[in-house]
């Protein structure tokens, strides 16, 4: 073939992709196209609470849409991005990685970049967890961890709690305590059984039965914010020792500062000595996926106990070296900036400032925190004007009731929260821990605004509501 032919390959005098021309020339077009190729259910819903709005600026905790609004973020991505969005210096780590045009996932190879990271993760740790797994996500960490256990006990069953969220993943959400994510996925994990959190005889009659691996939970529940007792999680893991039981710590939400320590567990006090424990979210810095599992050595060793078997549990994109870049420069920002202190004292801001809030609105029941993890309870009131109104939401819709705070929140104040799960009322916060005072004031002024709102009955507040509630029920009814 000619040299000439050559040159008129199709295609080839085309110009490169313009990823930030294509991102202008198609700004504010995020709800079409997701109606026509993504998810239009979760479209309607979006639009129907005044959340479809279209964001394309970030810098820590806020966001901008394209009529330049902006935005404190109190989601943060479920907690992905405890640094905030686009942290300058992990940018900078990962711009300097893709300058150097470094290997990855060369497979037949031990990579440096997840090996320094797994040393950096296990001095973090509160006892010695030996190996790591490195994976894609929260979920996958929890498959991992769910295989790890059967295969070091040998024993069938996995116990988790009600009202548990590990992930929605096939075995993941064998172990998820959460009705709504479970309903049409039937049948799940044989042996998987659910027992009610902080409640330690249910947990020791389970145990007695001689066939459980593992207990996977959550050191605060993510779905209601549920803080466990004193002593709970210490005595689990106690019964759990005693009956030959693994203990799956999953701080997938909850790790990486978020509380006020590295791990949530560690409000336990020291020595605490889990088993297992599941981390990403806030790992990745927000800019690749990356979740870690960590176990001891014996657990590791039953795994991969042999030659043959030193594959036995991979994933394709385990170790990416773009992601452990990510990892390792998260965990420096984390040290250098010290996020997890400042995560305890904007918590403390946060829920003694909400919590100081619970006498004048009779709406308000309880504020949970560990560090910058909360939950703001909504209560039936005691005023028979208030009480109708929250019979009348209920009636209507199990959900409903909290849309009354996160709506005006995000419409008026453009605050971004969400509720804490299905059929519970409780709004809930994972604020970036990079949050200062002035982001902290700025919500508590905005809500303790909304909250006068809500307990003015009838008003717009209540028009909102019954609309979004009779729009359910004609949902359901179709």
Same mark, same amino acid.
């Given at each position: 073939?000619? %040299? !000439? %032919?050559?040159?008129?390959?199709?295609?080839?005098?085309?110009?490169?992709?313009?990823?930030?021309?294509?991102?202008? +020339?198609?700004?504010? !077009?995020?709800?079409?196209?997701?109606?026509?190729?993504?998810?239009?259910? =979760?479209?309607?819903?979006?639009?129907?609470?005044?959340?479809?709005?279209?964001?394309?600026?970030? !810098?820590?905790?806020?966001?901008?849409?394209?009529?330049?609004?902006?935005?404190?973020?109190?989601?943060? &991505?479920? /907690?992905?991005?405890?640094? /905030?969005?686009?942290?300058?210096?992990?940018?900078? *780590?990962?711009?300097?990685?893709?300058?150097?045009?470094?290997?990855?996932?060369?497979?037949?190879?031990?990579?440096?970049?997840?090996?320094?990271?797994?040393?950096?993760?296990?001095?973090?740790?509160?006892?010695?967890?030996?190996?790591? @797994?490195?994976? =894609?996500?929260?979920?996958?960490?929890? $498959?991992?961890?769910?295989?790890?256990?059967?295969?070091?006990? &040998?024993?069938?069953?996995?116990?988790?709690?009600?009202?548990?969220?590990? &992930?929605?993943?096939?075995?993941?959400?064998?172990?998820?305590?959460?009705?709504?994510?479970?309903?049409? @996925?039937?049948?799940?994990?044989?042996?998987?059984?659910?027992?009610?959190?902080?409640?330690?005889?249910?947990?020791?009659? $389970?145990?007695?039965?001689?066939?459980?691996?593992?207990?996977?939970? $959550?050191?605060?529940?993510?779905?209601?914010? =549920?803080?466990?007792?004193?002593?709970?999680?210490?005595?689990?893991?106690?019964?759990?020792?005693?009956?030959? *039981?693994?203990?799956?710590?999953?701080?997938?939400?909850?790790?990486?500062?978020?509380?006020?320590?590295?791990?949530?567990? $560690?409000?336990?006090?020291?020595?605490?000595?889990?088993?297992?424990? *599941?981390?990403?979210?806030?790992?990745?810095?927000?800019?690749?996926?990356?979740?870690?599992t960590l176990c001891k050595k014996w657990i590791h060793e039953k795994v991969f106990s042999s030659m043959q078997? %030193?594959? *036995?549990?991979?994933?394709?994109?385990? +170790?990416?070296?773009?992601?452990?870049?990510?990892?390792?420069?998260?965990?420096?920002?984390?040290?250098?900036?010290?996020?997890?202190?400042?995560?305890?004292?904007? &918590?403390?801001?946060?829920?003694?400032?909400?919590?100081?809030? #619970?006498?004048? @609105?009779?709406?308000?029941?309880?504020?949970?925190?560990?560090?910058?993890?909360?939950?703001?309870?909504?209560?039936?009131?005691?005023?028979?004007?208030?009480?109708?109104?929250?019979?009348?939401?209920?009636?209507?819709?199990?959900?409903?009731?909290?849309?009354?705070?996160?709506?005006?929140?995000?419409?008026?104040?453009? #605050?971004?929260? +969400?509720?804490?799960?299905?059929?519970?009322?409780?709004?809930?916060?994972?604020?970036?821990l990079v949050i200062t005072e002035a982001d902290a004031q700025w919500f508590l002024t905005a809500f303790e605004?909304?909250?006068? +709102?809500?307990?003015?009955?009838?008003?717009?507040?209540?028009?909102?509501l019954t609309g979004i509630g009779k729009m359910a029920l004609t949902q359901r009814a179709r």
């Amino acid at each position: 073939m000619s %040299s !000439e %032919s050559n040159s008129t390959t199709p295609g080839a005098s085309r110009p490169g992709l313009d990823i930030v021309a294509l991102l202008k +020339q198609h700004a504010g !077009e995020n709800y079409e196209l997701h109606s026509q190729h993504v998810n239009p259910a =979760n479209v309607r819903t979006l639009k129907t609470i005044g959340f479809d709005r279209c964001y394309v600026r970030a !810098e820590g905790p806020y966001l901008w849409d394209v009529k330049g609004e902006k935005y404190l973020d109190l989601l943060s &991505g479920y /907690g992905v991005f405890g640094l /905030g969005r686009n942290h300058p210096e992990v940018r900078r *780590v990962l711009k300097e990685f893709l300058d150097a045009n470094y290997s990855s996932l060369v497979k037949m190879e031990a990579p440096l970049l997840s090996g320094l990271l797994a040393a950096e993760l296990k001095k973090r740790m509160p006892n010695q967890l030996d190996y790591v @797994f490195f994976n =894609n996500s929260g979920a996958e960490g929890v $498959e991992t961890a769910l295989k790890y256990a059967r295969c070091a006990t &040998g024993k069938p069953a996995i116990l988790h709690c009600k009202k548990s969220f590990h &992930g929605l993943t096939y075995g993941a959400l064998s172990v998820n305590g959460d009705e709504s994510f479970r309903e049409g @996925f039937e049948p799940f994990l044989p042996g998987a059984r659910a027992i009610p959190f902080n409640d330690l005889a249910a947990l020791e009659a $389970e145990l007695k039965k001689g066939d459980v691996a593992a207990l996977v939970i $959550e050191p605060i529940q993510g779905k209601g914010v =549920n803080i466990p007792s004193p002593g709970y999680l210490r005595d689990a893991i106690a019964l759990c020792r005693k009956h030959g *039981v693994l203990f799956i710590d999953d701080e997938v939400q909850s790790g990486m500062g978020r509380t006020g320590k590295f791990l949530a567990i $560690e409000h336990e006090g020291p020595g605490m000595d889990p088993d297992i424990v *599941v981390l990403a979210k806030t790992l990745s810095g927000g800019f690749v996926p990356v979740g870690a599992t960590l176990c001891k050595k014996w657990i590791h060793e039953k795994v991969f106990s042999s030659m043959q078997r %030193s594959v *036995v549990h991979s994933s394709t994109f385990s +170790q990416g070296s773009f992601a452990m870049a990510a990892g390792l420069a998260a965990l420096d920002v984390l040290d250098r900036e010290n996020l997890i202190a400042n995560a305890a004292r904007m &918590g403390d801001l946060l829920g003694n400032g909400l919590r100081a809030m #619970i006498p004048r @609105f009779e709406f308000m029941k309880e504020v949970r925190n560990r560090g910058l993890m909360l939950g703001i309870e909504f209560g039936s009131p005691k005023s028979l004007t208030l009480k109708m109104a929250w019979t009348t939401c209920h009636t209507l819709d199990k959900s409903l009731f909290p849309q009354a705070a996160i709506i005006p929140l995000m419409d008026k104040h453009h #605050i971004i929260t +969400q509720v804490a799960g299905h059929a519970i009322d409780v709004v809930k916060l994972l604020p970036p821990l990079v949050i200062t005072e002035a982001d902290a004031q700025w919500f508590l002024t905005a809500f303790e605004d909304v909250m006068v +709102q809500m307990h003015k009955f009838p008003g717009p507040a209540w028009d909102v509501l019954t609309g979004i509630g009779k729009m359910a029920l004609t949902q359901r009814a179709r």
